[in-house]
């Protein structure tokens, strides 16, 4: 099984400041890597994803950057807003079927106004 | 509204008594999944069905069962919960297996005693 690890474990950004968020996972054979953000008591809902074949996808204040040769991509909130304080995962495929996601452990983002 | 509903939303039970989450979405997805949510562990998966009558293991299926007899509902059940079982519980769809977007239900915060 695929580890995808995720870090750091909880972040604390001032408004206004940069929230970077890092993962890295094992398995090259896929290229899907998808973000979810998670509200207290609400499910997961997916952010932004990536396919490599970019190093990067901007959406809005949030970015994806993608390196595939350190098998790590990261999620950048540019002038990071209270309200975008909540629970966030990355996640890569377990197999080429695209059948199952791997989760990184998640990281709780607290932005204080 | 496209949505995915779960239920009950909060559950409290004892070891043993055999239960089942309900799980119905109204987007005509293929793909369904069950996911349980611990601290510090993060999303792991426990079954996933790629469409009507076809289902298989995620990364935790033990103790758990499921079947999909219609595409709209994907329900979870626990013969015999046991408080290990304590948990959040995900179910989510999507249209395309998981690399496109997966739609989360909002819960189910189950306690064994």
């Known amino acids: 099984q695929q580890q995808v690890k995720q870090s750091p474990q909880s972040l604390i950004v001032q408004k206004g400041g940069i929230s970077i968020i890092n993962c890295a996972y094992e398995n090259t054979a896929f290229d899907y890597f998808p973000w979810y953000q998670q509200f207290p008591g609400k499910g997961p809902a997916l952010l932004i994803a990536?396919?490599?074949?970019?190093s990067e996808k901007k959406e809005g204040r949030f970015t994806i950057s993608f390196n595939k040769s350190a098998k790590q991509f990261s999620l950048h909130i540019m002038d990071s807003q209270p309200g975008d304080s909540a629970t966030y995962f990355c996640?890569?495929?377990?197999?080429?079927?695209?059948?199952?996601?791997?989760f990184g452990k998640g990281t709780m983002l607290l932005v204080s106004p | 509204e496209a949505q995915v509903t779960q239920n009950p939303r909060y559950l409290i039970t004892v070891t043993g008594k055999k239960l089942t989450v309900t799980c119905s979405q109204n987007m005509n997805h293929e793909y369904m999944s069950w996911y349980r949510q611990d601290p510090g562990l993060g999303l792991r998966q426990i079954y996933y069905?790629?469409?009507?009558?076809?289902?298989d293991k995620g990364d935790v299926p033990e103790g758990y069962k499921v079947s999909r007899k219609e595409k709209r509902n994907f329900p979870l059940i626990l013969e015999s919960p046991s408080p290990n079982q304590t948990s959040l519980y995900f179910c989510a769809s999507s249209g395309a297996g998981i690399a496109s977007e997966q739609y989360f239900g909002p819960g189910t915060r189950l306690t064994v005693t």
């Open positions: 990536i396919r490599p074949d970019v």
């Open positions: 069905s790629m469409n009507v009558e076809v289902t």
């Open positions: 996640a890569a495929p377990e197999d080429s079927g695209y059948s199952t996601l791997t």
